[in-house]
Protein backbone atom coordinates (compact mmCIF):
# COMPACT_ATOMS: atom_id res chain seq x y z
CA UNK A 1 0.00 0.00 0.00
CA UNK A 2 1.56 3.45 -1.09
CA UNK A 3 0.05 4.99 1.88
CA UNK A 4 2.04 5.43 5.52
CA UNK A 5 0.18 6.89 8.24
CA UNK A 6 3.03 7.79 11.26
CA UNK A 7 2.46 9.42 13.16
CA UNK A 8 -0.95 11.57 15.45
CA UNK A 9 -0.07 14.90 13.01
CA UNK A 10 -0.90 12.94 9.80
CA UNK A 11 -4.19 12.11 11.20
CA UNK A 12 -4.96 15.62 12.17
CA UNK A 13 -4.25 16.55 8.19
CA UNK A 14 -6.47 14.05 7.04
CA UNK A 15 -9.12 15.13 9.51
CA UNK A 16 -8.86 18.81 8.84
CA UNK A 17 -9.91 18.29 4.84
CA UNK A 18 -13.20 16.76 6.52
CA UNK A 19 -14.84 13.82 4.91
CA UNK A 20 -14.80 13.41 1.02
CA UNK A 21 -14.66 11.15 -1.97
CA UNK A 22 -11.87 8.99 -0.42
CA UNK A 23 -11.71 9.79 3.07
CA UNK A 24 -14.97 8.65 5.52
CA UNK A 25 -14.77 9.76 9.40
CA UNK A 26 -16.13 7.50 12.06
CA UNK A 27 -16.24 7.48 16.03
CA UNK A 28 -16.18 3.33 17.18
CA UNK A 29 -15.69 0.69 15.50
CA UNK A 30 -19.40 -0.39 16.85
CA UNK A 31 -20.27 1.28 13.43
CA UNK A 32 -17.76 -1.14 11.79
CA UNK A 33 -20.10 -2.88 9.36
CA UNK A 34 -20.97 0.77 7.68
CA UNK A 35 -17.12 1.52 7.75
CA UNK A 36 -16.95 -1.67 5.75
CA UNK A 37 -19.11 -0.88 2.88
CA UNK A 38 -17.24 2.29 2.58
CA UNK A 39 -13.95 0.75 2.35
CA UNK A 40 -16.06 -1.66 -0.27
CA UNK A 41 -16.81 1.61 -1.98
CA UNK A 42 -13.98 2.79 -2.08
CA UNK A 43 -11.91 -0.71 -3.66
CA UNK A 44 -14.94 -0.18 -6.90
CA UNK A 45 -13.58 3.62 -6.97
CA UNK A 46 -10.21 5.56 -6.72
CA UNK A 47 -9.03 4.07 -3.71
CA UNK A 48 -9.49 5.27 -0.13
CA UNK A 49 -9.37 5.65 3.79
CA UNK A 50 -11.84 5.08 6.49
CA UNK A 51 -10.77 6.34 10.79
CA UNK A 52 -12.50 5.04 13.35
CA UNK A 53 -12.21 6.86 16.50
CA UNK A 54 -13.32 10.85 14.82
CA UNK A 55 -16.22 12.42 15.99
CA UNK A 56 -18.58 13.96 13.68
CA UNK A 57 -17.78 17.64 14.49
CA UNK A 58 -13.74 16.32 13.47
CA UNK A 59 -12.72 15.18 17.01
CA UNK A 60 -9.89 12.79 17.67
CA UNK A 61 -10.84 11.15 20.42
CA UNK A 62 -9.50 7.00 19.64
CA UNK A 63 -10.78 3.89 21.15
CA UNK A 64 -9.08 1.63 23.13
CA UNK A 65 -7.95 -1.43 20.93
CA UNK A 66 -8.33 -4.96 22.19
CA UNK A 67 -7.42 -8.19 20.66
CA UNK A 68 -11.14 -8.78 20.08
CA UNK A 69 -11.17 -5.40 18.45
CA UNK A 70 -8.54 -6.68 15.89
CA UNK A 71 -10.15 -10.14 15.49
CA UNK A 72 -13.15 -8.37 14.14
CA UNK A 73 -12.14 -5.99 11.76
CA UNK A 74 -10.04 -9.31 10.56
CA UNK A 75 -13.51 -10.76 9.94
CA UNK A 76 -14.90 -8.16 8.45
CA UNK A 77 -12.43 -7.69 5.65
CA UNK A 78 -12.68 -11.45 4.61
CA UNK A 79 -16.45 -10.50 4.13
CA UNK A 80 -14.77 -8.97 0.85
CA UNK A 81 -15.14 -10.44 -2.48
CA UNK A 82 -12.77 -11.15 -4.19
CA UNK A 83 -10.10 -10.79 -1.75
CA UNK A 84 -8.68 -7.26 -1.33
CA UNK A 85 -5.37 -5.84 -0.31
CA UNK A 86 -6.23 -3.98 2.72
CA UNK A 87 -3.92 -2.23 5.05
CA UNK A 88 -4.89 -1.77 9.04
CA UNK A 89 -2.98 0.59 10.90
CA UNK A 90 -3.39 1.31 14.53
CA UNK A 91 -1.91 4.86 15.73
CA UNK A 92 -1.03 5.61 19.22
CA UNK A 93 -2.49 8.83 20.70
CA UNK A 94 -0.25 10.69 22.63
CA UNK A 95 -1.28 10.39 26.77
CA UNK A 96 -3.75 8.12 26.17
CA UNK A 97 -4.54 4.35 26.17
CA UNK A 98 -6.52 5.25 22.77
CA UNK A 99 -5.58 4.77 19.47
CA UNK A 100 -6.79 5.63 16.40
CA UNK A 101 -8.05 2.75 13.78
CA UNK A 102 -6.96 3.46 9.97
CA UNK A 103 -8.06 1.38 7.43
CA UNK A 104 -6.91 1.84 3.31
CA UNK A 105 -7.34 0.20 0.29
CA UNK A 106 -5.81 1.60 -3.59
CA UNK A 107 -7.62 1.16 -6.22
CA UNK A 108 -7.56 -2.01 -7.66
CA UNK A 109 -9.36 -1.68 -11.02
CA UNK A 110 -8.24 -5.39 -12.35
CA UNK A 111 -10.20 -6.59 -9.58
CA UNK A 112 -13.73 -4.92 -9.39
CA UNK A 113 -16.40 -4.87 -8.33
CA UNK A 114 -16.00 -5.72 -5.16
CA UNK A 115 -19.13 -6.94 -3.00
CA UNK A 116 -19.00 -6.79 0.85
CA UNK A 117 -21.38 -9.52 2.27
CA UNK A 118 -23.07 -9.86 -0.93
CA UNK A 119 -23.68 -6.40 -1.77
CA UNK A 120 -21.44 -3.98 -3.91
CA UNK A 121 -21.08 -0.72 -2.73
CA UNK A 122 -20.08 3.26 -4.38
CA UNK A 123 -19.04 6.31 -3.30
CA UNK A 124 -20.23 9.82 -4.90
CA UNK A 125 -18.95 12.71 -3.17
CA UNK A 126 -19.01 11.76 1.01
CA UNK A 127 -21.76 8.90 0.59
CA UNK A 128 -21.28 5.44 0.37
CA UNK A 129 -24.36 3.86 -1.55
CA UNK A 130 -25.45 0.67 -2.91
CA UNK A 131 -24.03 0.18 -6.32
CA UNK A 132 -26.74 -0.05 -9.52
CA UNK A 133 -27.17 -2.62 -10.80
CA UNK A 134 -26.12 -0.89 -14.16
CA UNK A 135 -22.96 0.31 -13.13
CA UNK A 136 -21.80 -3.80 -11.65
CA UNK A 137 -22.60 -5.07 -14.69
CA UNK A 138 -20.47 -1.97 -16.31
CA UNK A 139 -17.56 -3.56 -14.10
CA UNK A 140 -18.20 -7.12 -14.27
CA UNK A 141 -18.36 -6.36 -18.25
CA UNK A 142 -15.23 -4.67 -18.34
CA UNK A 143 -13.42 -7.34 -16.68
CA UNK A 144 -10.77 -9.81 -18.82
CA UNK A 145 -12.23 -12.82 -16.90
CA UNK A 146 -15.64 -12.30 -18.48
CA UNK A 147 -14.50 -13.03 -22.20
CA UNK A 148 -14.09 -16.46 -21.40
CA UNK A 149 -17.68 -17.26 -20.08
CA UNK A 150 -19.40 -19.08 -22.24
CA UNK A 151 -22.26 -17.02 -23.07
CA UNK A 152 -20.07 -13.98 -23.91
CA UNK A 153 -18.36 -16.20 -26.61
CA UNK A 154 -19.04 -15.06 -30.48
CA UNK A 155 -20.43 -17.35 -32.68
CA UNK A 156 -20.28 -16.66 -36.23
CA UNK A 157 -22.21 -18.55 -37.58
CA UNK A 158 -25.34 -16.91 -35.31
CA UNK A 159 -27.06 -14.02 -37.80
CA UNK A 160 -29.79 -11.07 -36.87
CA UNK A 161 -32.16 -13.48 -39.03
CA UNK A 162 -31.85 -15.95 -36.31
CA UNK A 163 -33.01 -13.93 -33.60
CA UNK A 164 -36.83 -13.14 -32.96
CA UNK A 165 -36.98 -9.28 -33.75
CA UNK A 166 -40.66 -8.88 -31.61
CA UNK A 167 -39.06 -10.99 -28.80
CA UNK A 168 -36.18 -8.26 -28.69
CA UNK A 169 -38.72 -5.03 -29.53
CA UNK A 170 -40.87 -6.66 -26.39
CA UNK A 171 -37.78 -6.33 -23.98
CA UNK A 172 -36.90 -3.13 -25.35
CA UNK A 173 -40.88 -1.97 -25.05
CA UNK A 174 -41.27 -3.69 -21.11
CA UNK A 175 -37.29 -2.28 -20.19
CA UNK A 176 -39.17 1.37 -20.87
CA UNK A 177 -42.65 0.45 -19.12
CA UNK A 178 -40.62 -0.01 -15.78
CA UNK A 179 -37.88 2.33 -16.37
CA UNK A 180 -35.18 -0.01 -16.55
CA UNK A 181 -34.62 1.20 -20.33
CA UNK A 182 -34.15 4.77 -21.49
CA UNK A 183 -37.13 6.13 -23.54
CA UNK A 184 -34.64 7.00 -27.10
CA UNK A 185 -34.00 3.24 -27.17
CA UNK A 186 -35.04 2.75 -30.00
CA UNK A 187 -36.17 0.17 -32.47
CA UNK A 188 -33.05 -0.49 -34.33
CA UNK A 189 -32.17 -3.96 -33.96
CA UNK A 190 -28.58 -4.45 -34.50
CA UNK A 191 -27.89 -1.10 -31.77
CA UNK A 192 -30.34 -2.90 -29.35
CA UNK A 193 -28.25 -6.28 -29.25
CA UNK A 194 -24.94 -3.57 -29.06
CA UNK A 195 -26.70 -1.76 -25.90
CA UNK A 196 -27.28 -5.68 -24.48
CA UNK A 197 -23.48 -6.23 -24.82
CA UNK A 198 -24.88 -9.18 -27.25
CA UNK A 199 -22.08 -8.20 -30.31
CA UNK A 200 -18.69 -8.11 -30.43
CA UNK A 201 -16.87 -6.64 -33.74
CA UNK A 202 -20.40 -7.44 -36.01
CA UNK A 203 -20.34 -11.17 -34.68
CA UNK A 204 -23.37 -12.51 -31.85
CA UNK A 205 -22.70 -14.03 -28.63
CA UNK A 206 -23.88 -16.99 -27.11
CA UNK A 207 -26.31 -15.15 -25.35
CA UNK A 208 -28.42 -13.80 -28.08
CA UNK A 209 -29.18 -16.88 -29.26
CA UNK A 210 -29.96 -18.47 -25.39
CA UNK A 211 -31.91 -15.05 -25.04
CA UNK A 212 -33.76 -14.28 -28.54
CA UNK A 213 -33.53 -17.20 -30.87
CA UNK A 214 -36.89 -17.80 -33.15
CA UNK A 215 -36.02 -21.84 -34.13
CA UNK A 216 -34.44 -24.35 -32.68
CA UNK A 217 -31.02 -24.19 -33.45
CA UNK A 218 -28.90 -27.53 -33.73
CA UNK A 219 -25.63 -25.57 -32.41
CA UNK A 220 -27.91 -24.74 -28.98
CA UNK A 221 -29.25 -28.32 -28.04
CA UNK A 222 -29.23 -27.24 -24.33
CA UNK A 223 -32.06 -24.32 -24.52
CA UNK A 224 -34.17 -27.36 -23.34
CA UNK A 225 -36.58 -28.01 -20.72
CA UNK A 226 -37.78 -31.73 -19.99
CA UNK A 227 -41.30 -31.55 -17.77
CA UNK A 228 -42.48 -34.43 -16.51
CA UNK A 229 -45.88 -35.34 -14.23
CA UNK A 230 -45.19 -38.16 -12.07
CA UNK A 231 -47.76 -40.82 -11.51
CA UNK A 232 -47.23 -40.76 -7.03
CA UNK A 233 -44.03 -39.78 -5.33
CA UNK A 234 -41.68 -41.71 -7.55
CA UNK A 235 -40.40 -41.98 -11.44
CA UNK A 236 -41.67 -45.15 -11.57
CA UNK A 237 -44.50 -44.37 -14.26
CA UNK A 238 -45.65 -40.75 -14.97
CA UNK A 239 -48.93 -38.93 -16.63
CA UNK A 240 -47.60 -36.65 -18.91
CA UNK A 241 -43.75 -36.19 -20.31
CA UNK A 242 -42.51 -33.34 -22.97
CA UNK A 243 -39.63 -31.66 -23.76
CA UNK A 244 -39.67 -28.00 -25.07
CA UNK A 245 -36.60 -26.24 -26.88
CA UNK A 246 -36.53 -22.68 -27.95
CA UNK A 247 -35.30 -19.42 -26.10
CA UNK A 248 -35.13 -18.51 -22.48
CA UNK A 249 -38.68 -16.60 -23.03
CA UNK A 250 -40.61 -19.42 -24.74
CA UNK A 251 -39.13 -21.71 -22.24
CA UNK A 252 -40.51 -19.93 -19.49
CA UNK A 253 -43.74 -19.69 -20.60
CA UNK A 254 -43.90 -23.56 -21.48
CA UNK A 255 -43.11 -24.29 -18.11
CA UNK A 256 -45.12 -21.98 -16.39
CA UNK A 257 -48.08 -23.35 -18.86
CA UNK A 258 -47.43 -26.55 -17.42
CA UNK A 259 -47.16 -26.20 -13.97
CA UNK A 260 -50.47 -24.70 -13.96
CA UNK A 261 -51.79 -27.82 -15.89
CA UNK A 262 -50.78 -30.15 -13.14
CA UNK A 263 -50.94 -28.03 -9.73
CA UNK A 264 -53.94 -27.67 -8.11
CA UNK A 265 -55.87 -24.88 -8.24
CA UNK A 266 -57.73 -23.53 -5.73
CA UNK A 267 -59.47 -19.56 -5.25
CA UNK A 268 -60.03 -17.14 -2.42
CA UNK A 269 -62.23 -14.11 -2.79
CA UNK A 270 -60.62 -11.10 -2.63
CA UNK A 271 -62.28 -7.90 -2.60
CA UNK A 272 -64.90 -8.75 -5.79
CA UNK A 273 -62.32 -10.24 -7.17
CA UNK A 274 -61.70 -14.40 -7.34
CA UNK A 275 -58.18 -14.99 -6.49
CA UNK A 276 -56.59 -18.54 -8.22
CA UNK A 277 -53.63 -20.08 -5.70
CA UNK A 278 -51.41 -23.16 -6.81
CA UNK A 279 -50.51 -25.68 -4.79
CA UNK A 280 -47.18 -24.00 -4.68
CA UNK A 281 -47.47 -20.35 -4.42
CA UNK A 282 -47.13 -18.72 -8.13
CA UNK A 283 -43.91 -16.33 -7.17
CA UNK A 284 -42.15 -18.87 -5.81
CA UNK A 285 -41.90 -21.23 -8.43
CA UNK A 286 -41.73 -19.02 -11.22
CA UNK A 287 -39.09 -17.20 -9.33
CA UNK A 288 -37.38 -21.03 -9.20
CA UNK A 289 -37.83 -21.70 -12.97
CA UNK A 290 -36.22 -18.43 -13.84
CA UNK A 291 -33.48 -18.97 -11.64
CA UNK A 292 -33.17 -22.01 -13.18
CA UNK A 293 -32.95 -20.89 -16.68
CA UNK A 294 -30.76 -17.71 -16.09
CA UNK A 295 -28.34 -18.91 -13.61
CA UNK A 296 -27.82 -22.53 -15.04
CA UNK A 297 -24.48 -23.71 -17.07
CA UNK A 298 -24.96 -23.61 -20.39
CA UNK A 299 -21.61 -24.94 -21.83
CA UNK A 300 -22.36 -28.57 -21.87
CA UNK A 301 -24.90 -29.26 -24.64
CA UNK A 302 -26.16 -32.32 -24.09
CA UNK A 303 -27.92 -30.68 -20.70
CA UNK A 304 -31.52 -28.74 -19.76
CA UNK A 305 -33.60 -28.01 -16.83
CA UNK A 306 -35.83 -30.34 -15.66
CA UNK A 307 -39.06 -29.81 -14.11
CA UNK A 308 -40.93 -33.03 -12.21
CA UNK A 309 -44.18 -32.81 -10.44
CA UNK A 310 -44.81 -35.18 -8.13
CA UNK A 311 -47.80 -35.98 -5.85
CA UNK A 312 -46.08 -34.36 -2.61
CA UNK A 313 -43.43 -32.07 -4.42
CA UNK A 314 -42.53 -30.36 -7.49
CA UNK A 315 -38.42 -30.28 -7.85
CA UNK A 316 -36.28 -28.11 -10.59
CA UNK A 317 -33.10 -28.71 -11.32
CA UNK A 318 -30.69 -26.80 -13.41
CA UNK A 319 -27.16 -28.03 -14.44
CA UNK A 320 -24.22 -25.79 -12.58
CA UNK A 321 -23.45 -25.42 -8.72
CA UNK A 322 -23.24 -22.68 -6.03
CA UNK A 323 -20.53 -20.56 -5.58
CA UNK A 324 -17.47 -22.32 -4.17
CA UNK A 325 -18.08 -19.92 -0.75
CA UNK A 326 -21.75 -20.86 -0.32
CA UNK A 327 -23.43 -23.76 1.69
CA UNK A 328 -27.19 -24.42 2.32
CA UNK A 329 -27.42 -22.52 4.97
CA UNK A 330 -26.30 -19.10 3.64
CA UNK A 331 -27.86 -19.46 0.59
CA UNK A 332 -30.96 -19.32 2.05
CA UNK A 333 -30.23 -16.17 4.05
CA UNK A 334 -27.35 -14.22 2.05
CA UNK A 335 -29.03 -11.95 -0.52
CA UNK A 336 -26.09 -12.51 -2.88
CA UNK A 337 -25.80 -12.11 -6.71
CA UNK A 338 -23.23 -13.15 -8.53
CA UNK A 339 -24.79 -14.29 -11.64
CA UNK A 340 -22.50 -16.74 -13.65
CA UNK A 341 -24.62 -15.71 -16.85
CA UNK A 342 -24.70 -11.58 -15.85
CA UNK A 343 -25.17 -10.97 -20.26
CA UNK A 344 -28.30 -12.90 -19.40
CA UNK A 345 -29.21 -12.19 -16.08
CA UNK A 346 -29.02 -8.11 -17.60
CA UNK A 347 -31.52 -8.59 -20.59
CA UNK A 348 -33.98 -10.44 -17.60
CA UNK A 349 -33.35 -7.42 -15.68
CA UNK A 350 -33.74 -4.73 -18.09
CA UNK A 351 -37.65 -6.96 -19.05
CA UNK A 352 -38.26 -7.01 -15.18
CA UNK A 353 -38.53 -10.67 -15.41
CA UNK A 354 -36.42 -10.33 -12.92
CA UNK A 355 -37.38 -8.08 -10.09
CA UNK A 356 -34.80 -7.60 -7.36
CA UNK A 357 -31.00 -7.96 -7.37
CA UNK A 358 -30.29 -10.68 -5.60
CA UNK A 359 -33.86 -11.74 -3.85
CA UNK A 360 -34.62 -14.89 -5.59
CA UNK A 361 -34.08 -17.33 -2.99
CA UNK A 362 -35.49 -15.30 -0.48
CA UNK A 363 -38.77 -14.64 -2.35
CA UNK A 364 -39.57 -18.25 -3.39
CA UNK A 365 -38.87 -19.02 1.18
CA UNK A 366 -40.93 -16.10 2.22
CA UNK A 367 -43.80 -16.78 -0.59
CA UNK A 368 -43.97 -20.30 0.82
CA UNK A 369 -43.82 -19.44 4.67
CA UNK A 370 -46.60 -17.23 3.65
CA UNK A 371 -48.75 -20.07 2.36
CA UNK A 372 -47.88 -22.00 5.23
CA UNK A 373 -45.52 -24.62 3.83
CA UNK A 374 -42.51 -25.68 4.34
CA UNK A 375 -38.78 -23.96 3.29
CA UNK A 376 -37.86 -25.07 -0.22
CA UNK A 377 -35.15 -27.57 -0.24
CA UNK A 378 -31.80 -26.63 -1.77
CA UNK A 379 -29.36 -29.35 -3.07
CA UNK A 380 -25.90 -29.10 -4.95
CA UNK A 381 -24.85 -32.21 -6.13
CA UNK A 382 -23.65 -34.02 -9.07
CA UNK A 383 -23.02 -30.80 -11.31
CA UNK A 384 -26.70 -30.18 -10.40
CA UNK A 385 -28.38 -27.60 -8.37
CA UNK A 386 -32.05 -29.25 -7.31
CA UNK A 387 -34.72 -26.81 -5.87
CA UNK A 388 -37.54 -28.96 -4.27
CA UNK A 389 -41.04 -27.42 -2.93
CA UNK A 390 -43.05 -29.58 -0.93
CA UNK A 391 -46.54 -29.80 -0.72
CA UNK A 392 -50.04 -31.29 1.21
CA UNK A 393 -50.83 -33.67 -1.25
CA UNK A 394 -54.56 -33.19 -0.22
CA UNK A 395 -54.39 -30.31 -1.81
CA UNK A 396 -53.41 -31.65 -5.37
CA UNK A 397 -55.63 -32.66 -8.11
CA UNK A 398 -55.76 -36.75 -8.37
CA UNK A 399 -53.58 -37.99 -11.38
CA UNK A 400 -56.28 -39.76 -12.30
CA UNK A 401 -58.57 -37.10 -12.60
CA UNK A 402 -55.86 -34.63 -14.29
CA UNK A 403 -55.31 -37.15 -17.17
CA UNK A 404 -56.51 -40.86 -17.10
CA UNK A 405 -60.42 -40.33 -16.92
CA UNK A 406 -61.38 -43.25 -18.88
CA UNK A 407 -63.44 -44.76 -15.77
CA UNK A 408 -65.43 -41.47 -15.33
CA UNK A 409 -65.75 -41.54 -19.01
CA UNK A 410 -67.07 -44.77 -19.57
CA UNK A 411 -69.78 -44.58 -16.75
CA UNK A 412 -71.27 -41.33 -18.46
CA UNK A 413 -71.60 -42.37 -22.34
CA UNK A 414 -72.69 -38.75 -23.21
CA UNK A 415 -68.53 -37.19 -21.77
CA UNK A 416 -66.12 -37.42 -24.24
CA UNK A 417 -63.39 -40.10 -24.96
CA UNK A 418 -60.45 -39.09 -24.90
CA UNK A 419 -57.45 -42.03 -25.05
CA UNK A 420 -55.22 -41.45 -22.33
CA UNK A 421 -53.04 -44.60 -23.26
CA UNK A 422 -52.70 -42.67 -26.86
CA UNK A 423 -52.06 -38.85 -25.37
CA UNK A 424 -49.01 -40.48 -23.01
CA UNK A 425 -47.72 -41.86 -26.50
CA UNK A 426 -47.67 -38.43 -27.86
CA UNK A 427 -46.72 -36.56 -24.78
CA UNK A 428 -43.19 -39.23 -24.73
CA UNK A 429 -42.74 -37.91 -28.37
CA UNK A 430 -42.98 -34.51 -26.91
CA UNK A 431 -45.59 -33.39 -29.33
CA UNK A 432 -49.19 -31.92 -28.80
CA UNK A 433 -51.83 -33.63 -27.56
CA UNK A 434 -54.38 -33.51 -31.16
CA UNK A 435 -57.31 -35.52 -30.78
CA UNK A 436 -60.30 -35.08 -32.57
CA UNK A 437 -62.14 -34.09 -29.44
CA UNK A 438 -59.27 -31.88 -27.73
CA UNK A 439 -59.29 -30.09 -31.63
CA UNK A 440 -63.14 -29.49 -31.43
CA UNK A 441 -62.56 -27.82 -27.63
CA UNK A 442 -60.24 -25.55 -29.57
CA UNK A 443 -62.05 -24.73 -31.66
CA UNK A 444 -65.13 -23.86 -29.79
CA UNK A 445 -62.65 -21.35 -27.70
CA UNK A 446 -61.25 -19.68 -30.62
CA UNK A 447 -64.68 -18.82 -31.81
CA UNK A 448 -65.59 -17.15 -28.70
CA UNK A 449 -63.05 -15.09 -29.17
CA UNK A 450 -62.79 -14.39 -33.02
CA UNK A 451 -64.70 -10.87 -31.69
CA UNK A 452 -62.99 -9.76 -28.59
CA UNK A 453 -61.39 -11.14 -25.72
CA UNK A 454 -62.21 -12.78 -23.00
CA UNK A 455 -61.71 -14.12 -19.42
CA UNK A 456 -62.45 -17.35 -17.85
CA UNK A 457 -65.79 -16.37 -16.73
CA UNK A 458 -66.64 -15.20 -19.98
CA UNK A 459 -65.83 -18.08 -21.78
CA UNK A 460 -67.88 -20.34 -19.21
CA UNK A 461 -70.80 -18.62 -19.72
CA UNK A 462 -70.16 -18.38 -23.75
CA UNK A 463 -69.76 -22.13 -23.62
CA UNK A 464 -72.71 -23.06 -20.97
CA UNK A 465 -69.80 -24.82 -18.78
CA UNK A 466 -69.77 -24.96 -14.77
CA UNK A 467 -66.30 -26.63 -13.87
CA UNK A 468 -63.54 -23.76 -14.29
CA UNK A 469 -61.16 -26.53 -13.57
CA UNK A 470 -62.42 -28.25 -16.76
CA UNK A 471 -62.56 -24.88 -18.72
CA UNK A 472 -58.69 -24.03 -17.55
CA UNK A 473 -57.38 -28.30 -18.66
CA UNK A 474 -59.48 -28.69 -21.43
CA UNK A 475 -60.07 -26.03 -23.54
CA UNK A 476 -57.81 -22.64 -22.60
CA UNK A 477 -54.35 -24.52 -22.07
CA UNK A 478 -54.49 -26.62 -25.25
CA UNK A 479 -55.43 -23.05 -26.85
CA UNK A 480 -52.42 -21.79 -25.26
CA UNK A 481 -49.87 -24.57 -25.65
CA UNK A 482 -50.49 -24.41 -29.45
CA UNK A 483 -50.38 -21.31 -29.84
CA UNK A 484 -53.95 -20.52 -30.61
CA UNK A 485 -54.16 -18.11 -28.05
CA UNK A 486 -52.76 -15.60 -25.81
CA UNK A 487 -52.55 -13.83 -22.49
CA UNK A 488 -53.25 -10.20 -22.44
CA UNK A 489 -51.08 -10.44 -19.10
CA UNK A 490 -48.55 -12.38 -20.62
CA UNK A 491 -45.84 -11.81 -17.59
CA UNK A 492 -48.54 -12.19 -15.05
CA UNK A 493 -50.75 -15.14 -15.87
CA UNK A 494 -52.55 -14.82 -12.67
CA UNK A 495 -53.65 -11.22 -13.12
CA UNK A 496 -56.99 -10.30 -12.07
CA UNK A 497 -58.07 -9.06 -14.90
CA UNK A 498 -56.66 -12.18 -17.26
CA UNK A 499 -58.13 -11.91 -20.72
CA UNK A 500 -57.52 -14.39 -23.58
CA UNK A 501 -57.05 -13.62 -26.85
CA UNK A 502 -57.34 -15.03 -29.89
CA UNK A 503 -53.54 -14.94 -32.53
CA UNK A 504 -52.88 -15.04 -35.60
CA UNK A 505 -52.41 -18.95 -35.84
CA UNK A 506 -55.58 -18.91 -34.08
CA UNK A 507 -57.52 -17.18 -36.88
CA UNK A 508 -55.97 -19.08 -39.16
CA UNK A 509 -56.75 -22.13 -37.68
CA UNK A 510 -60.82 -21.31 -38.26
CA UNK A 511 -60.16 -19.97 -42.17
CA UNK A 512 -59.74 -16.40 -40.92
CA UNK A 513 -57.15 -13.69 -42.17
CA UNK A 514 -55.42 -11.98 -39.70
CA UNK A 515 -56.96 -9.21 -37.88
CA UNK A 516 -55.22 -5.97 -38.31
CA UNK A 517 -53.67 -4.29 -34.84
Request: with cysteine; net charge neutral; hydrophobic share 35%.
Amino acid sequence: MTMKIRDIEDIKRLVDKGESATLELKKTTGQLERGMETVCAFLNGKGGTVMFGITDDKKIVGQEVEDTTKRNIASHIGEIEPAANVAVEYVNIPDSKKQVIVIHVEESRQERPFMYKGRAYMRIESTTSVMPRAVYNEMLFNKDDVKSIWESMVNPNLTIDDLDDNEILKTVRLGIEAGRLPENTGTDIPDILKRFRLESNGMLKNAAAILFAKDEMSEYMQCMVRLARFRGNDKMAFIDNKQVRGNIFYLLNESMSFVFKHLSLSGTIEGLEREEHLSIPYKAIRECIINALCHRSYRAAGTSVGIAIYDDRVEVENPGSFPADWNVENVKYEQRSLPPNPLIANVLYKRKVVENWGRGIGLMIDECVKQGLPEPEFKSEAGFVVVTFRYNSREQDSPKREQDNSKREQDNPKREQDNPKREQDDSLKGSKIETASSKERVKEILVCLTEESMNVKEIMSHLNKKSRNNIMVRYILPALENGYISLAYPDKPTHKEQKYIITSKGRAALGMKAKNM
